[in-house]
């Protein structure tokens, strides 16, 4: 998935599959990562099911544009990416 896709996205947790285009990687590493190097994926905060890794979307999205405050939202928002990875998109959009 791009960033784009990520942001659009209704889904509440992101697989390995759905980042593994973003951080450069397959989702093998990130999966054989999580469980072998937790710590490398701290600022995602991962969340280990079994054998299942899982990546809270909103985390992730703040990790990408360099925002790590833990961010809420209200369901239903839509936001603006913008052209120069601004970390202040964090704004609704109007409408």
Do not use: H
Request: with cysteine; glycine share 8%; charged share 30%.
């Amino acid at each position: 998935m791009s960033i784009q896709e990520i942001i659009a996205s209704d889904k509440d947790m992101l697989t390995p599959d759905d980042i593994a285009d973003i951080l450069g990687s397959d989702p093998a590493t990130i999966r054989e990562m999580a469980k072998q190097e937790p710590e490398a994926l701290r600022p995602l905060q991962p969340v280990r099911l079994g054998n299942r890794v899982k990546f809270p979307r909103l985390r992730f999205i703040g990790w990408y544009f360099g925002d790590n405050r833990v961010i809420k939202v209200n369901p239903g928002d839509k936001f603006l990416i913008p052209d120069e990875c601004d970390p202040g998109f964090w704004q609704p959009k109007e409408g």
